[in-house]
Antibody, heavy 121, light 107 residues
Framework: QVQVMESGGGVVQPGTSLRVSCSAS????????MHWVRQAPGKGLEWVAS????????DYTDSVKGRFTVSRDNSKDTLFLQMNYLTSEDTALYYC??????????????WGQGTRVTVSA | DIQLTQSPSSLSASVGDTVTITCRAS??????LAWYQQKPGNAPKLLIY???YLKSGVPPRFSGRRSETDFTLTISSLQPEDVGTYYC?????????FGQGTKLEIK
């Protein structure tokens, strides 16, 4: 069925980097805006980053601007989030979510199960 | 940035009750408001989009109403499986803000 699946999470030290991935299947990945959303332990949902269909435009929440980079490889149906200068505030479950189809404005209708990132010394 | 204020933060109700959750936007969002359900230990699930449109497969006991800045999610005939946390979200342009969440428990 239509799905996305995250991978690459782990335990890292403050100040280091990590790249998480999201693999999409059974839908035309290249035609959809894609998003990263995170959830800190016991907290609510926080939108992190988004990328346009062809990767030509990205948006970020203020707290990660300059540290995180979202990218995609449409030939491999894969979304990435490169996270640099990680702090304990970045500890969370990171979800990948499907957004708008080409030209439309749509909610986040497909979510993965998340990949856990823990930043700890 | 546009803020979303969701209330209440928690509520407890009995099976068969009707409950309503409110989400107020600090400015108009052209109706681009979604509601998500997150059951414990699971990923969020889209319930309603454009303020009042039910996603395919979502039980009709869920409904949404919209105005320019005020949105409500109503769950009629509450069922045990409705336990979880509900979030509103604006999705027209970035930042794609979520509400603070409403935790729903069954008495």
């Amino acid at each position: 069925q239509v799905q996305v699946m995250e991978s690459g999470g782990g335990v890292v030290q403050p100040g280091t980097s990590l790249r998480v991935s999201c693999s999409a299947s059974r839908f035309p990945f290249r035609n959809y805006v894609m998003h990263w959303v995170r959830q800190a332990p016991g907290k609510g949902l926080e939108w992190v980053a988004s990328i346009l269909y062809d990767g030509s435009s990205q948006d970020y929440t203020d707290s990660v601007k300059g540290r995180f980079t979202v990218s995609r490889d449409n030939s491999k149906d894969t979304l990435f989030l490169q996270m640099n200068y990680l702090t304990s505030e970045d500890t969370a479950l990171y979800y990948c979510a499907r957004g708008s189809y080409s030209g439309a404005t749509e909610a986040f209708d497909i979510w993965g199960q998340g990949t856990r990132v823990t930043v700890s010394a | 940035d546009i803020q979303l204020t969701q209330s209440p933060s928690s509520l407890s109700a009995s099976v068969g009750d009707t409950v309503t959750i409110t989400c107020r936007a600090s400015q108009g969002i052209d109706g681009y408001l979604a509601w998500y359900q997150q059951k414990p230990g699971n990923a969020p699930k889209l319930l309603i989009y454009a303020g009042s449109y039910l996603k395919s497969g979502v039980p009709p006991r869920f409904s949404g109403r919209r105005s320019e800045t005020d949105f409500t999610l109503t769950i009629s005939s509450l069922q045990p499986e409705d336990v979880g946390t509900y979030y509103c979200q604006r999705y027209n342009i970035a930042p794609f803000t979520f509400g603070q969440g409403t935790k729903l428990e069954i008495k």
